[in-house]
């Protein structure tokens, strides 16, 4: 038996075969190729391909998601068959004796670049589509490099590191554990895991493509992988499965119980939640609420923005299956470790101090406002609120608030119901807001700590790097007396403030919390009935 030591980033237990995920394909080299005619007809039967593939993508759209959603198809069939476009790649291919896989990506790097620099903003979003279309063509040159993961067996997944855009690009169902290298315990990888109760551990020193299709225990609870695991090991680690099978059954006669403290006050334990399907479980744990719908996720994995439509149908979803129970969304957080393509940032040297968040929101508020118009919309249905990320100014808020004026005008005028009492709030989650609390108080209807992003910014360290994760201490007395601080401007100001990072879940603070005054705990779904009993004892 080996066994690897990590950290532990999401409880839990379990048993299965070891799928070691490979990262992306390597990087595309410039060889000289000496038969250039057959070179070109390797091109033209991939290009060939490519068209194809369009086409069909583009008839399976229009019948599921109708003729807006499948026109991108049609608009990326026009650009591969641009003769400019062609024409570089076959130039390329000629007269550089060049293999095709170079001549491609050469010339999507020169149009996509041609495309950024220019002034319109539809223009401006070609970008991605000339790299998009690029890609199909390189998949089929080379469809073996770029086997879609596909992982047919629920597998304990081991890697380097896991996006969480590659997370929510499995079936769930055949994820039965996570153990990466890479990571860290408030990264958004670790997040979704102990959303959807997957067990997961980091800093797997040791872990390679030598243990795929082994036998193995994951324990997340102490962040052990045991590769092929004695019987001795099997057998303890069951008994722990039993052990957290019947402590979650005594749990669940909290269900349906009100979060009420020994003396009598109300704690509003709300959930937080990635998708849609989360809700489920945030229901079946018996949450008050959602207190962090983390929006950005409906944006992952995709090849453009999720239009107003979509959004709405996702919010509006999400509001009623809460049927009249507070659902707070949070604005787009798309930044640090959640990309997207389609948005075409530049590579940020630090990214989680970089362009993210709001500031995309207001460099970009076409983008913004279609979120805030399927938001406000999604309203007249259930009990939004709406959550802006990553404030650090009052001018920000300012802002914010004159475009959701806007919308909500527009909506107005265009006779779309919307709830006028909807509320307005912000994450405090960077020490600039926590230090100018008192103001913001004032201008908003609720705040909610993000201490996971709060613990990064006040102590320097990088919630995504495992390497300095013993700097990473969301119970540092600077952290603590930051939320110590924001209770206080709320109270002050006396509108209500919760926690929703993921400390918010940590059982030995949960007295202290409800002795500085906070009013809400927004956890993962598994975590409600510990606090609930936690509060009710206190
Ligand atoms: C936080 O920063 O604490 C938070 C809840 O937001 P996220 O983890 O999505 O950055
Ligand atoms: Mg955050």
Request: charged content about 30%; proline content about 3%; hydrophobic content about 40%.
């Amino acid at each position: 038996m080996l066994v690897i030591e990590g950290t532990r980033m999401s409880d839990g237990i379990s048993f299965g075969a070891i799928y070691f995920l490979k990262n992306k394909p390597a990087t595309i080299e410039h060889k000289k190729i000496s038969d250039i005619e057959k070179e070109l007809v390797r091109f033209e039967a991939a290009h060939e391909t490519a068209c194809l593939q369009l086409e069909d993508l583009y008839k399976e759209t229009k019948e599921t998601l109708g003729e807006e959603n499948a026109s991108i198809f049609d608009i990326h069939k026009l650009m591969l068959k641009d003769i400019d476009y062609i024409e570089s790649i076959t130039n390329i291919i000629k007269n550089q004796a060049a293999n095709a896989e170079y001549a491609i990506a050469v010339t999507a790097k020169n149009f996509s670049e041609i495309f950024s620099c220019m002034d319109d903003d539809y223009m401006k979003e070609r970008a991605i589509d000339v790299k998009d279309i690029s890609e199909r063509i390189q998949k089929a040159l080379n469809p073996e490099h770029y086997k879609p993961i596909e992982i047919n067996a629920p597998s304990i997944i081991i890697a380097d590191d896991i996006t969480p855009g590659e997370i929510v690009g499995f079936e769930k169902s055949m994820i039965l554990g996570i153990a990466t290298v890479k990571g860290g315990a408030t990264s958004h990888t670790a997040i979704l895991a102990r959303s959807q109760a997957i067990p997961a551990a980091f800093g797997m020193q040791g872990i390679g493509e030598e243990l795929d299709g082994k036998f193995a225990v994951l324990d997340g609870f102490s962040g052990k992988l045991y590769i092929d695991p004695d019987e001795a090991t099997k057998k303890e680690m069951k008994a722990r499965v039993d052990e957290n099978c019947k402590k979650r059954e005594l749990l669940s006669q909290l269900k349906g119980l009100p979060t009420i403290t020994a003396d009598g006050r109300k704690i509003n334990l709300y959930a937080n939640i990635n998708h849609i399907s989360d809700i489920d479980e945030a229901v079946n744990n018996d949450a008050e609420g959602i207190g962090l719908f983390r929006s950005e996720f409906l944006y992952l994995d995709r090849k453009s923005a999720p239009s107003e439509e979509e959004q709405f149908i996702a919010y509006k979803k999400a509001a009623e299956r809460m049927g009249g129970k507070k659902t707070i969304i949070r604005t787009l957080d798309i930044g640090a470790d959640k990309q997207v393509d389609y948005f075409n940032l530049p590579n940020e040297e630090n990214p989680a101090m970089g362009l993210r968040a709001i500031r995309i929101c207001l460099t970009k508020p076409e983008i913004f406002k279609t979120q805030l118009r399927a938001l406000y919309r999604a309203s007249a249905f259930g009990n939004i609120a709406v959550m802006i990320p990553m404030i650090i100014s009052v001018q920000e808020v300012e802002e914010v608030l004159r475009i959701v004026k806007e919308v909500k005008s527009d909506l107005r005028s265009e006779k779309i119901p919307f709830d006028e009492k909807t509320e307005f709030g912000i994450m405090v989650e960077t020490p600039a807001a926590v230090m100018i609390s008192e103001t913001l108080a004032k201008m908003v209807d609720f705040f909610s700590i993000g201490t996971n992003d709060l613990t990064q910014y006040t102590l320097a360290a990088d919630r995504q790097n495992s390497s300095i994760s013993s700097f990473y201490d969301a119970k540092h007395p600077a952290v603590l007396k930051m939320i110590e601080l924001t209770v206080k401007s709320a109270r002050d100001a006396g509108i209500w403030v919760g926690i929703c990072g993921e400390i918010a879940a940590d059982l030995e603070l949960t007295e202290t919390f409800l002795k500085l005054g906070v009013d809400e705990l927004s956890v993962s779904p598994r975590m409600i009935l510990p606090i609930r009993e936690k509060v009710m004892l206190f």
